[in-house]
């Protein structure tokens, strides 16, 4: 859908993602896998921080807020109650000419610059064949009508083998929140407002291409539903959008490039009064990087009335019982990850000519936090620099490297976006210092290996 100049912005990316081992294509040795991807040593690693530091700052962190992990498979019933299985849709179109298939609101927003999202299947039919939109592919104007198609994957449950036994995978983790929403409020001893937090896959059946991992049909959500009185739900909502903004930060997001964006009233999803998304400046355009959305007490209620289980909560102090309202942010894992390979990516030209491509991870989440190095593979070198390396991998993740010239092994570094590398020289067998260098000022300091973990501890404060 975007022109391909966009999308080759990407290009260096991708192939720095899969040439260092952070993302394969899904089922690569079979030709791939339409819009799956594996996350292969260091992707995975990166995205443990990622969920880590999540799990940190919005449970461990804070005194309001408990996690969980819901299953991937709910009661069938749960998506007629949510609305997932009438109204989770995308309307797709199709090129008579070339076959090409468009998602209407993205067909629409590209050829019209008109904000497609939300817009009734009659009016996007009507827009395109007025307008006269031609297919971006092959030029033609020639459309079939939009359709709606159900993004969820079903699969059938083998317990009675009987057809119609139905099941969905969650295409949202929200939903696993509410449905023990009781059990929570039963055994935990949490007073609104309160949160649940969780992370966990959801699948959606998506058809149009994706930007390498900004649309999967398999991902990793963090979600939160937090539990609030009605009456309380704009000044939290802004409390709310402050406080993803300050999650960018600590992942080490450019300020600069995420932004605001609301959604239009006639736009909002069914469950939804009001959504704001954190939109992040990719390569191939602004596009939504989280959400946050006032659901109401819409699931609360539906899943009461779907389920015939009072979900109602009693306020400990004034007996009072009442169905809570939900703020929900919402954070995608894969588009974490890609917008932090866009943000960290740079080639830069050393002053000896030569070029280096490096990743500027925050420390906090980069996947490798050290490399150490003996200058030379000479034998009390390579010894003391394995010492050091024992003694810092079991509290970071460490590499240790002794082949190639030092600068190669630099360089190797740097494109894997590792903060710090040690060298052990003959120095060091003298007078028990080692040199400290950073990945992105290059400066190296002298400093005495005996104390590396405090200089370390500091600097890549978790
Ligand atoms: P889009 O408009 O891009 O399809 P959405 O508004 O449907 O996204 P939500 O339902 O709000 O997305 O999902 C919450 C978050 O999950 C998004 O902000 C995004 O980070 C992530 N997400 C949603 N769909 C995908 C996908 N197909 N691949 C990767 N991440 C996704």
């Known amino acids: 859908m975007k022109p391909s100049s966009l999308q080759d912005s990407l290009k260096p990316i991708v192939a720095l993602a899969k040439r260092r081992g952070f993302i394969y294509p899904g089922s690569d040795i079979y030709g791939g896998f339409a819009n799956t991807y594996s996350f292969g040593p260091y992707g995975a690693a990166l995205k443990k921080n990622i969920k880590d530091l999540w799990w940190k700052m919005f449970v461990q962190e804070r005194r309001d807020m408990v996690g969980m992990d819901g299953p991937i498979l709910l009661h069938p019933r749960a998506w007629l109650a949510s609305g997932h299985l009438e109204g989770f849709n995308d309307a797709l179109i199709d090129c008579r000419a070339c076959k090409a298939r468009f998602r209407c609101d993205h067909l629409i927003e590209e050829t019209l610059s008109i904000g497609a999202d939300g817009m009734a299947l009659s009016e996007m039919n009507e827009l395109i064949r007025e307008r006269k939109v031609k297919c971006p592919k092959c030029g033609a104007a020639d459309f079939t009508e939009a359709r709606n198609f159900n993004l969820m994957f079903s699969t059938h449950m083998s317990k009675t083998g009987h057809e119609g036994d139905v099941a969905y995978l969650r295409p949202e983790t929200a939903q696993a929140i509410f449905l023990d929403f009781k059990n929570i409020i039963d055994t935990m001893r949490v007073k609104v407002p309160f949160g649940v937090a969780q992370i966990g896959k959801a699948f959606r059946n998506e058809i149009t291409p994706g930007n390498f991992i900004f649309r999967v049909v398999e991902f990793e959500q963090m979600e939160i539903e937090y539990f609030i009185r009605e009456a309380d739900w704009e000044t939290l909502f802004e409390d709310w959008l402050a406080t993803m903004h300050r999650w960018c930060e600590r992942i080490g997001l450019s300020k600069g490039r995420v932004h605001e964006k609301e959604h239009p009233k006639e736009q909002l999803s069914h469950y939804s009064k009001r959504t704001v998304d954190l939109v992040y400046d990719f390569p191939f355009g602004r596009s939504e990087l989280y959400g946050l959305a006032y659901r109401t007490d819409f699931d ?163």
Request: some cysteine.
């Open 300 to 462: 609360l209620k539906r899943h009461a009335e779907f389920s015939g289980c009072n979900l109602e909560y009693t306020d400990p102090e004034t007996r009072e019982k009442y169905i809570p309202h939900v703020l929900e942010p919402t954070f995608g894992v894969e588009r974490t990850i890609l917008a932090l390979l866009c943000d960290a990516y740079d080639e830069e030209q050393l002053e000896n000519g030569e070029m280096r491509t490096v990743l500027h991870f925050a420390p906090r989440i980069a996947p490798v936090k050290a490399a150490v190095f003996p200058l030379m593979k000479k034998e009390m070198l390579v010894e003391r620099a394995r010492e050091i390396f024992a003694s810092l991998k079991g509290l970071w993740n460490c590499e240790y490297d002794e082949s190639g010239a030092i600068g190669k092994r630099y360089r190797r570094q740097d494109e894997l976006g590792t903060p710090y590398c040690i060298t052990v020289d003959f120095d060091t067998l003298e007078n028990g210092t080692v040199t400290l260098r950073d990945r992105d000022s290059m400066q190296q300091e002298r400093v005495p290996a005996n104390q590396l973990i405090e200089i370390l501890n500091t600097k890549i404060l978790f």
